[in-house]
Each structure stands twice: as structure tokens, then as C-alpha cells.
């Protein structure tokens, strides 16, 4: 089973940046994404990427995130610019296995105002 672990995320001012990281254990042919779950919302699609390279961004994210994947370190990643204080949430990496979706531990990012 394929494990993933996230690392990058901290506290930051609003307009401010981090990056967030995802590594896989294994070698991973699927899309890879991050999703993201603030208090008392449901989990939502933040970006996702193809192992070609094709991306998709939720609206509100779209000109400030940018979504990348490294295939020979399998590792994705969340550059995350312009921070506002919405984006505050607890950030999930994952992947689509033939076993089914596999989830990150989670990171926390919180965005000051």
C-alpha cells in the first residue's frame, strides 16, 4: 500500500506564501491532488494533476495556487501564493489506486488577517 506524507504547512499572514509537499512511498501512474477541509465545511478539490502534467484548480484558488508533481521523486506539490484568510484549512494529499484513494495525513495551514 502506498503511503503518503505531507509536510509545509504552518501559519502565515494574509498575501503570504507556502509551499506544501507530498511525497508517495511508491511509484504512482495515477492523478495525484490535494484536497482541503476547513471547520464545519465539507472537504473540497483544491488542484489536481495528471502524470502528463494536465491541471485543475477550484475557482477560487485559480492565479494564486500552482500545482506541480516531480514523477521521479513522486512527490506533488502546492505552491500556494496571496494567502487570504479562506484558505485556512487542513490540506489532504492524495491519489486514486486500483485499491481505491489514498489519503495524506493532512497539514495544517492557517492564514492570519
Known amino acids: 500500500q502506498v503511503q503518503l506524507v505531507e509536510s509545509g504547512g504552518g501559519l502565515v499572514q494574509t498575501g503570504g506564501s507556502l509551499r506544501l509537499s507530498c511525497a508517495a512511498s511508491g511509484i504512482i501512474f495515477n492523478d495525484m491532488g490535494w484536497y482541503r477541509q476547513a471547520p464545519g465545511k465539507q472537504r473540497e478539490l483544491v488542484a489536481y494533476?495528471?502524470?502528463?502534467?494536465?491541471?485543475n484548480y477550484e475557482d477560487s484558488v485559480k492565479g494564486r495556487f500552482t500545482i506541480s508533481r516531480d514523477n521521479a521523486k513522486n512527490t506533488v506539490y502546492l505552491q500556494m501564493n496571496s494567502l487570504k484568510p479562506e484558505d485556512t484549512a487542513v490540506y489532504y494529499c492524495?491519489?486514486?489506486?486500483?485499491?481505491?484513494?489514498?489519503w495524506g495525513q493532512g497539514t495544517q495551514v492557517t492564514v492570519s488577517s
Open positions: 494533476i495528471t502524470r502528463g502534467g494536465y491541471t
Open positions: 492524495y491519489t486514486d489506486l486500483s485499491i481505491g484513494r489514498q
